[in-house]
């Protein structure tokens, strides 16, 4: 039984190192020529553009539902004024960020590894090479460099739809105004709490592609494979998302402290 376990542990530990080892061949290459600007640009619009619908509406939701907690909290302080704040600086500072991730985890690593996986196993990877086209730099590359630069704009949105649905509560509670509302949002808010916050999305964009295009890379056993590597993207990706954010928060910590 120990043995199995810790066979189960290395087999995941290899993995990862695997994977990190993909990824970083990932960034190597995109430094290098030739750049596929047009294949990076449809990928940014697969992946950014079209998740933008399912992001706006979970961001709304979440809105809505922190600022009617925030209220039930605060109401036993006589603090409803910080309300806006409150729901401003969480959004911005955690709850936006780690729920895009995990959103975009879902639809796009499931879609990459599912793809990609496809291509191994029907031999589309290898007719590719065989017509003298880099597969390595056009699909996995490409992918990568989409799920990096879609993240932040995606973070973005959702902490938009976010304070904006924690408007629509707040004023069918209280009546507050629009003006008052942002006022008192952004009253506490600086760049230091929306650039670390955001931008370390570009880490879990990193974490999406690598995964994704690294489980379809090594896809096998036909079409139960391809079912298993959209599994596994979303299930490892999720993981290493919630472990990197725990990082990256202590990073950020001591990078601003003003952030603590």
Known sequence: MVERVGAAI????????????????????????PYEFREIARQVFEIGFRS???????????????????????????????????LAIALIRETGPLVTALLVAGRVGAGIGAELGAMKVTEQIDALEAVAV??????????????????????????????????????????????????????????????????????FGLIIGTIGCYLGFTTTQGTEGVGRTATRSVVMSSILIIVANVVLVRLIFFLFPSNV
């Open 10 to 33: 290395l087999a995941a530990l290899a993995s990862v190192g695997e994977a990190s080892l993909f990824g970083l061949r990932a960034l190597r290459e995109a430094l290098l020529p």
């Open 52 to 86: 933008t619908p399912l992001i706006a509406a979970s961001g709304l939701a979440i809105g809505v539902v922190l600022s009617m907690h925030t209220r039930a909290s605060l109401e036993r302080f006589g603090a409803e004024a910080m309300i806006p704040a409150g």
């Open 134 to 203: 880099d597969s390595f730099k056009y699909l996995a590359v490409t992918r990568i460099l989409a799920c990096i630069v879609a993240m932040p704009l995606l973070t973005t949105i959702t902490d938009f739809c976010g304070i904006f649905g924690g408007y629509l509560a707040e004023t069918s509670i209280s009546g507050m105004s629009w003006e008052l509302y942002f006022r008192r949002a952004f009253s506490l808010i600086e760049f230091q709490d929306f650039i670390p916050a955001t931008f370390k999305t570009a880490v």
